[in-house]
């Protein structure tokens, strides 16, 4: 569910109140007006009225007086409203933007707050008046007396014998405070903003701590940009000395330690491994000499409990390298470091739970930069790949998405994927109009050119390669044959038949189609081009052995030129190619490639006929 959906019409509305001249400062407000007027918030004429502006203070006045008439007539359509600003690629263009998203998500905003008008009450009566200020006497008198500063005094006065302010802060027992005042701990602690994030910091450092992501033991923490695991985070704030990130870090004044012993946090139980018990003992010097340079007995008495909270978060690649959490270090990914050839080639096959692609390193930039992952039907960011697993409730492509076995994290770690930078000007991230949503090569030989790209599917192709053949006076939304296949099923009813049935159908309306379909899926699995060109021309001898030689340009030719009359004389051509193949190579390299291009066509033509 989007976090919006948790914040009322109300409080958006109240956050526009409050953020509409921090967001008319944006530069180059363009993007931002277009897609305003795209979701149906801005009206044209006022959209014309601004892009006639030429300085940047119009602009400015202009993108304000838009964000006022949307505060006045368009109030009850905040969640749209924020919901277009909050995209991803509006996010990337806006750092303004990213920065009102974090301020919102993480309970920084305060909601409470509300205008002047509202809370200056007129006074209707003297009495009334004076009854608010013995109220307000009487809670300043009860605060005071549970502060422990008298029971019988109403304030300090001229006459009035107090302790020294050294004297006073000698006698206050060293406690953890509370983030909230006590009787408003509830009501905060439930809320939706508290529920799944907290705001914290670290040093000079602030953050967004996620806690579903904590109690999984993964980055958990979020802040200029980048995720850290909480004792990068401590490191981070200039706290690394501490060795301790559960003290070091704070939730509005508050260590996190409180917050865990509280219940309000969650952190894995660690299981321990030989590597850490190294890594403790390493430590050991480190802790003793703390110890003797901290002062006071809540310090001391953490002892080597905080040691091994120090331990929960490996930092194998040391300060430059990345941090993960130790629960969530597999055994299987420690192995095998040294083996990663199978990781070399310019595409991986990658996997979701039960969804499966094919990531091109070319195009990969991050998470959410760089449609490099290619599924049967799209291309995909890695972001976008993992919410298409419905069963995945909170997805984390890094750790979710795995690679012959390893998730991306471990492909990172090991370099053989690069994050781009946010400074990066390469096309992927520079361009967000550039989706990347069709191949690079042509479907069918995997080759460059001048190429077709289907509207419906990431397929494209040289005219001269699709089946029928593309002659350029097709309209301007073309559909490959895969998609028309695919279309043309959806709306006719499935008749099962048999072989025999099938192979006397006549070639043509529906059935040329189907061997269209067919044709073309012979020849993209046919990776190495071995049976596509005349076998006479290119292998020395080879008519001495076989009689009738046949191949995949002889098939489309014969095809385009509606020399096949049944279905079954255009199969019987490629029964031909595959026993030639089986006769002159028998069992060798070729012989076999042969035999699976016989089972795959096998299958398909099954398949495509509902052969019974």
Known sequence: MDPLDFLTNEDLLLFLRRKKTEISCMDQPHTFLTQLRDHDLLPEEKYQKIKTMRSREQKQRGVYDVLDWLEKNRSKCMHRFWGSLFEDHILQLYPTLRLLRNNLMDGSFKFSEKPLDAEALPKKENDKGNQEKVKEKNRVRKRKTD?????????????????????????????????????????????????????????????????????????????????????????????????????????????????????????????????????????????????????????????????????????????????????????????????????????????????????????????????????????????????QEETLTDANWKSDIRCHGKTLSFLLKKKILCIHSLLCGCKKCSDPECDLRNDDVCYECYSYGSLVCCDECPRVFHRACHLPAETGDSPEQWMCTFCVLRTSQQWCDPRHMTQQEALNLPVSSQNKLYCHYLLLYTYREDVHRVFVKDPCRTVHGYSEFIAQPMWLDRIKLKLEGNEYKTVGEFVSDFQLIFSNCSTYNEDNEFGKMGARLKDLFDREFQKIFTIK
């Not at 006459?159 to 802060?169: D, Y």
């Open 147 to 387: 502060d422990g500063s008298g029971e019988d005094s109403d304030g300090p006065g001229p006459s009035t014998a107090s302790k020294p302010a050294w004297e006073k802060k000698a006698n206050k027992k060293l406690s953890f405070s509370s983030p909230v005042k006590k009787e408003d701990t509830e009501e905060i602690w439930k809320s939706i903003i508290f529920k799944t994030q907290l705001p914290v910091t670290c040093g000079q450092q602030e953050g967004t701590l996620h806690r579903d992501k904590l109690a999984r033991g993964e980055e958990c923490i979020f802040a200029k940009g980048r995720w850290f695991t909480p004792s990068a985070f401590e490191q981070f704030g200039g706290k690394k000395s501490s060795r301790n990130w559960k003290c070091s870090i704070h939730c509005r004044k508050t260590p996190l330690k409180k917050l865990l012993e509280d219940g309000h946090l969650q952190c894995p139980q660690i299981k321990r491994s030989k590597r850490a018990c190294v890594l403790n003992n390493a430590e050991g010097s480190f802790s003793a000499s703390s110890t003797e340079s901290s002062s006071g007995d809540s310090e001391s008495s953490a002892g080597t409990e905080e040691d091994r909270d120090a331990a929960d978060f490996e930092e194998p690649g040391g300060a430059a390298g990345g941090m993960e959490f130790r629960g969530r270090v597999e055994e299987e990914e420690e192995e095998d470091m040294d083996n990663l050839s199978v990781f070399q080639a310019p595409s991986l096959p990658v996997t979701c739970v039960s969804l499966t692609g094919t990531l091109h390193k070319n195009r990969f930039a991050s998470g959410l930069r760089g449609k490099c992952i290619r599924t049967d039907e799209s291309w995909l960011t890695p972001e976008e790949f993992v919410k």
